[in-house]
């Protein structure tokens, strides 16, 4: 018989969130059934409705599981909610189950504690009930007190995507520390505070990751027979352990062949290495010399969209290029997995740099534009800026000619002679402009 590791999800929320708690009981439901399984791991979800009626204080039954969970979620929106019973200092529910939840993890470590805030209205935050002050108030402690890190959402999409990805994450800090001889209760016990930056956690995390493999390489001796993948897979562990301005992440092809061919004849590999790779891999997608692919995969059942996340916060312009490319090859849209297309399109043709991240965003502007970033790219057109402007040319008149704009693409086209502009371009968009009986 397999055992499994239970992981107890409890979801607090007041009364007008009914909708977002079905999307994220949907959310566990369906990441134990695709990622879970294939961890040992099993989650088992904790719901005030679920509970059977009982006999005394109805909140007591429900603070036994906030007590018993291992993450909890806690959803917000307009309401406050309503005192749990006559006889308590709470205002809500919720307040009272997270109270109980962070008395805990400041005692114990556990539960790992994760917020998701629904946008409001400006039309209701203009002119806010007692019900959405006191929502906004706890909302305002939560950023001034790093009481925990939370997530705002607008569509049901959006919070199923971010639910996935916390569950996710969750299961594989908990399998890493689980193959490390960890206890669970150790895992969490990192509180976010002054003295602690989310960059020092991840060092921790990364230590955690990167011992038990140094331990192993040098209990077997390093040698001159030693085994050439031990050799490479340390040297990636030195890229784990780099630090921002400090260090350039580096490992040559033939490393990383080596580790690509050792994880494709069994070798199991920590979700950080994996990341790492993936990290390394997209500066030399345009090489075409390493291993991508395989990691890429790895990585989005890891975290679903994280191409996107490394095209805004990878610190090599190279590295960023090469998430946009990988995009670009995906077809991926940057709304469909919870981002704000037009903000990561702007930081993409607005960070501060040379060319190529630029022009990485106009290759896949051109197989990805949508009508909607007409103006943005127009805008970059309008500054004429030399280094990028034949390829946010070109992206504009292929985007308007799939606009059904084909007078303005030609319009464009017309304005263009001084330029070579890639035939490509022209045939692709030449039979659009022809069917336009203004033209002809």
Not at 156 to 168: H, K, P, Y
Not at 340 to 357: A, E, I, K
Not at 365 to 371: F, G, I, L, R, T
Request: glycine share 4%; proline share 5%; aromatic share 8%.
């Amino acid at each position: 018989m397999v055992s499994r590791e239970i992981i107890r999800v409890f979801i607090a929320s007041p009364s007008d969130v009914g909708a977002e708690r079905s999307i994220v009981q949907e959310a566990v439901h369906e990441i134990d059934r695709t990622v879970a399984r294939h961890t040992g791991h099993s989650f088992e979800l904790l719901r005030w409705e679920d509970r059977s009626p009982t006999f005394g204080r109805p909140q007591s039954a429900i603070n036994f599981d906030v007590d018993n969970c291992d993450l909890f979620i806690g959803l917000l929106w307009k309401r406050w909610g309503t005192p749990p019973d006559a006889d308590t200092q709470y205002q809500s529910g919720f307040e009272e189950e997270f109270d109980r939840a962070v008395n805990r993890k400041n005692g114990s470590g556990s539960p790992e504690i994760s917020l998701f805030f629904k946008r409001v209205p400006e039309s209701d935050v203009a002119d806010p009930g007692p019900q959405l002050v006191r929502s906004q108030e706890f909302r305002q402690q939560v950023i001034v007190n790093r009481i925990a890190l939370f997530r705002e959402f607008n569509h049901s999409g959006d919070l199923a995507s971010m639910v996935r990805e916390c569950l996710t994450e969750f299961i594989y800090r908990s399998g890493t520390n689980r193959h490390h001889g960890i206890d669970r209760q150790e895992t969490h016990t990192i509180v976010a505070s002054d003295s602690q930056s989310p960059s020092a956690i991840k060092g921790v995390e990364r230590h955690n990751t990167i011992k038990p493999i140094i331990e192993e390489i040098i209990r077997y001796q390093i040698t001159e027979a030693q085994d050439p993948f031990d050799i490479a897979r340390l040297r990636l562990c030195a890229n784990l352990t780099g630090a921002k301005r400090n260090d350039e992440q580096r490992l040559d092809a033939h490393d990383c062949n080596l580790v690509y061919e050792s994880h494709r004849d069994g070798t199991v590999l920590q979700p950080q290495e994996v990341q790492t790779l993936l990290q390394l891999a997209y500066g030399n997608l345009s090489n075409e010399n390493t291993p991508f692919w395989t990691w890429f995969q790895l990585c989005e059942e890891i975290e679903r969209g994280s191409a996107i996340r490394a095209s805004i916060t990878e610190d090599s312009e190279e590295n960023r290029a090469g998430a946009i490319r990988a995009m670009q090859c995906m077809r991926m849209n940057p709304s469909e997995y919870g981002h704000s297309r037009s903000q990561v399109l702007t930081t993409w043709l607005r960070t501060p740099g040379t060319h190529v991240l630029r022009n990485a965003a106009f290759a896949y502007m051109k197989d990805n534009a949508e009508p909607e970033d007409i103006e943005l790219i127009q805008r970059e057109v309008d500054k004429g800026d030399s280094s990028t402007y034949q390829e946010a040319r070109e992206c504009l008149i292929r985007l308007q000619a799939r606009s059904q704009k084909p007078s303005e693409s030609l319009d464009t086209v017309l304005d263009s002679m001084a330029l070579r502009i890639n035939t490509s371009i022209i045939a692709s968009v030449a039979p659009i402009m022809l069917s336009d009986p203004l033209i002809c």
